[in-house]
């Protein structure tokens, strides 16, 4: 029987050793999923806060298109206003009266007659008649917009003053002016 009491030791002496081999592979194996499902639960955070940050950006981006878009719309509505009001005031200076017209084209004749002293002028068909000449000056009478041409004698000085190009540099020097008459 001794031997069986030796056996039985030795038996009970490995199952102590499994036990302790079973219990230390447990508890490794609960740290290591421990271990794991803390590195899952800091992976999901690290990920929830990059899709949270590249949410922030897409609505930033999404918002400075709009933003963008509706200055845009803005720029082109005030674009338009502006070129309909060029084009409405170069209509009424088109259509004003006769007096109105030889009074401005006399005026004009003047100033030009400061640069050009005897110029050639030329005018719209059927207006020769509201200017007031003097000296050697010829006037031909073309087809274009009101105001005048004035040119020297060899052609080497050339001055419009039709109504359209006057309005046209003047609306361009006082763009930023007529734009915050317009818009305030």
Partial sequence: MALDKVIEEILES???DADQLLSAAEKERESILKKAAEDALSQQKVQQKETEDA???????????AELEEKRIVLNARKEMLDR???EVNEGISEMTQ???ARLYNIILEKGRRVIPE?????PKGEAKF??????EKV?????GPGLILESEDGSIRIDYTFKTVLEEIW???LKNISTILFG
Avoid: H, W
């Avoid at 949410?55 to 298109?65: D, F």
């Avoid at 200017?131 to 050697?136: F, H, M, N, P, S």
């Avoid at 031909?140 to 274009?144: F, L, P, Q, R």
């Fill in 14 to 16: 490995a199952r102590k």
């Fill in 55 to 65: 949410i922030k950006r897409l609505r930033q981006q999404e918002l400075s298109s």
């Fill in 85 to 87: 009001t060029f084009e």
């Fill in 99 to 101: 007096t109105d017209k």
């Fill in 119 to 123: 110029p050639r002028i030329y005018c």
């Fill in 131 to 136: 200017l007031t000449i003097k000296g050697r």
């Fill in 140 to 144: 031909e009478e073309i087809g274009m």
């Fill in 172 to 174: 361009e020097k006082e």
